[in-house]
């Protein structure tokens, strides 16, 4: 059964050029596959807008209503999320793309998929923008996956190097969602104030949320120790379907960078992540090297089994 992706154009309404997350990020990515022989193997799936209901499930009327009517005049949402014109089209086409990855795959048509998209959005919170983020598009494909029923116990992996904060709030009480997210240590690196070892979840939620800080300079040794212990975790868990939401601002040359993860280590912790075999959507989060995007993908990729 194929491998597919999911890009839209939309995507580059939301841009600012002196901004690290800008067009020229997916575009580089984008580039790369086709330059490669990787984009010849792979089953394009077609994006749709997330709907309405989609980004209620998480978000509040009044903030969704917020960043569409916010976006005609443009700006800063939060000192570090800026908003232009076409950024409300993009959010939503982002969050719809996560969507039809999980379908696709849900419904059998495809193995494995990868939305390839744009803004991120792990750091969204319900009523809130923040870290470059405006909708939480793993959140919101996960919710309309139990939704529809396709999976009853969901498994979402964070391997940003920061902290998906927005993620975890949204399903800390709840234990059908199990969140596992190895990232910087929160003492020293945005978003500072989550993302701790004790952060367990609440409720019905309570030690569905499994949280792996690292230190500084962290390299691929520890990186991969940690996603190790969080694979103990997953298969306590037993889910039947996975997120991975995939920043590739865990490398070396991360301009904005805290961990030092090699193009070997992200091949190999592929690897680890494949062998659960579990249906699985991969999007695209942080990263700012632009100019390595495109090989740490084919190297993650060719690790996962192409």
Same mark, same amino acid.
Request: glycine content about 12%; aromatic content about 8%; overall charge negative.
């Given at each position: 059964?194929?491998?597919?992706?999911?890009?839209?154009?939309?995507?580059? &309404? /939301?841009?600012?050029?002196?901004?690290?997350e800008?067009?020229?990020?997916?575009?580089?990515?984008?580039r790369?596959?086709?330059?490669?022989?990787l984009?010849?193997?792979?089953?394009?799936?077609?994006?749709?807008?997330a709907?309405?209901?989609?980004?209620?499930?998480? /978000?509040?009327?009044?903030?969704?209503?917020?960043?569409?009517?916010?976006?005609?005049?443009?700006?800063?949402?939060?000192?570090?999320?800026?908003?232009t014109?076409?950024s409300?089209?993009a *959010?939503v086409?982002?969050?719809?793309?996560?969507?039809?990855?999980?379908?696709?795959?849900?419904?059998?048509?495809?193995?494995?998929?990868? +939305?390839?998209?744009? %803004?991120?959005? /792990?750091?969204?919170?319900?009523?809130?923008?923040?870290?470059?983020?405006?909708?939480?598009n =793993?959140?919101?494909?996960?919710?309309?996956?139990?939704?529809? &029923?396709?999976v009853?116990?969901?498994?979402?992996?964070?391997?940003? #190097?920061?902290?998906?904060?927005?993620?975890?709030?949204?399903?800390?009480?709840?234990?059908? =969602?199990?969140?596992?997210?190895? /990232?910087?240590?929160?003492?020293?690196?945005?978003?500072?104030?989550v993302?701790? *070892?004790?952060?367990?979840?609440?409720?019905?939620?309570?030690?569905?949320?499994?949280?792996?800080?690292? +230190?500084?300079?962290?390299?691929?040794?520890?990186?991969?120790?940690?996603?190790d212990?969080?694979?103990?975790?997953?298969?306590?868990?037993?889910?039947? +379907?996975?997120?991975?939401?995939?920043?590739?601002?865990a490398c070396?040359?991360? %301009?904005?960078?805290?961990?030092?993860?090699?193009?070997?280590?992200? #091949?190999?912790? #592929?690897?680890?992540? #494949?062998?659960?075999?579990? %249906?699985?959507?991969?999007?695209?989060?942080?990263?700012?090297?632009?100019?390595?995007? &495109?090989?740490?993908?084919?190297?993650?990729?060719?690790?996962?089994?192409?």
């Amino acid at each position: 059964m194929a491998t597919a992706y999911v890009f839209d154009p939309l995507h580059a &309404g /939301h841009d600012a050029d002196d901004h690290p997350e800008n067009a020229g990020r997916l575009e580089a990515v984008f580039r790369a596959l086709r330059e490669s022989d990787l984009l010849r193997r792979l089953v394009a799936v077609s994006a749709a807008d997330a709907s309405r209901e989609a980004l209620l499930a998480v /978000h509040s009327p009044a903030y969704v209503d917020a960043v569409r009517s916010r976006a005609s005049l443009g700006g800063w949402l939060q000192p570090d999320t800026y908003i232009t014109s076409g950024s409300y089209v993009a *959010a939503v086409r982002a969050a719809g793309g996560v969507c039809a990855a999980v379908r696709a795959v849900l419904e059998g048509q495809v193995r494995n998929a990868f +939305a390839l998209v744009r %803004p991120p959005g /792990h750091h969204a919170l319900p009523d809130r923008s923040m870290g470059f983020c405006f909708f939480n598009n =793993v959140a919101i494909a996960v919710r309309e996956a139990l939704r529809w &029923g396709a999976v009853n116990r969901a498994l979402i992996v964070d391997f940003d #190097a920061h902290h998906g904060n927005g993620t975890q709030g949204i399903f800390w009480a709840r234990g059908d =969602v199990l969140t596992v997210s190895v /990232h910087g240590d929160p003492d020293g690196y945005y978003p500072w104030y989550v993302g701790r *070892a004790d952060e367990r979840g609440a409720g019905p939620g309570e030690g569905a949320n499994l949280n792996l800080p690292l +230190a500084r300079g962290t390299a691929d040794a520890g990186w991969l120790a940690a996603i190790d212990a969080g694979l103990a975790a997953i298969r306590a868990f037993r889910p039947d +379907a996975l997120v991975l939401a995939l920043g590739f601002d865990a490398c070396s040359e991360e %301009p904005l960078g805290y961990l030092q993860v090699s193009g070997d280590g992200f #091949a190999r912790a #592929a690897e680890r992540i #494949a062998a659960l075999r579990l %249906p699985s959507v991969i999007t695209q989060e942080g990263g700012y090297a632009v100019d390595a995007l &495109g090989r740490l993908l084919a190297r993650f990729l060719a690790g996962w089994g192409g």
